[in-house]
């Protein structure tokens, strides 16, 4: 004897599931927000507002220490803080680029700033603050030579972060390849901070790049 075989129609289908409140299912959807988990926002907009005021400030200080010290004209302009993953930061940089990393023991963490190195060492030797017509990679004399103009950014830095916590800084490391940073790991979420800087008729950018997982402490 051959088995029943035939199959439910739509409408008895229907009739076995329970009915769905179609305003319920309209205020669930609306509760969905989309989020992207390689760019987890780690820090609360309310503290990326402070953190924009802090490094807008910075760069209103440094504008006004760098002139006396290049003796030229100098200029710092904040472009955009925001959080994203240290690996997509390193791939944004140039290469070769001037990376330096910097221990802060009090906040048991390391962050770096990246710029554009040349103009700075043509000015600090006596010329006018001229680019490369070439790129290359700067020398570790000419890294060095950078010191006491990294002591003025930092010497303003922590002065930006006063109200904050105070600190010092120590220069750890210098590096001339993004893939050399090591900060962080690459999924680790970072602040980056990213400024226009004029020396003379040069312009060229530099960032400062700060874990996260040093600022929560």
């Known amino acids: 004897m051959e088995e029943n075989k035939e199959l439910l129609s739509e409408e008895e289908m229907s009739a076995l599931l329970p009915e769905q409140d179609d305003s319920a299912e309209r205020g669930a959807k609306k509760r969905i927000v989309p989020y992207n988990f ?40 904040l472009i955009s803080v925001e959080q994203q993953a240290c690996g997509e930061y390193t791939r944004g940089l140039n290469d070769p680029t001037n990376i330096f990393t910097f221990a802060v023991e009090r906040l048991r963490g390391l962050f770096a700033i990246e710029l554009n190195a040349f103009p700075v060492i043509d000015r600090l030797l006596g010329g006018q603050g001229d680019d490369l017509t070439e790129k290359r990679a700067a020398t570790e004399l000419e890294l060095k030579i950078l010191d006491s103009f990294l002591s003025i950014i930092t010497d303003n830095y922590c002065e930006a972060w006063k109200p904050i916590i105070e600190f010092d800084t120590e220069i750890v490391a210098r590096e001339t390849r993004p893939q050399m940073l090591q900060i962080a790991p690459p999924n680790e979420v970072v602040i980056t901070a990213v400024y226009q800087v004029q020396i003379g008729e040069s312009r060229g950018m530099m960032s400062i790049c700060l874990p996260v997982g040093m600022l929560e402490p």
């Open 38 to 77: 390689r760019r987890p926002d780690r820090v609360p907009k309310d503290q990326m507002r402070s953190l924009y005021q802090m490094h807008d400030l910075f760069a209103h200080n440094i504008s006004s220490s760098l002139p006396l010290f290049l003796r030229a004209f100098s200029e710092v302009n």
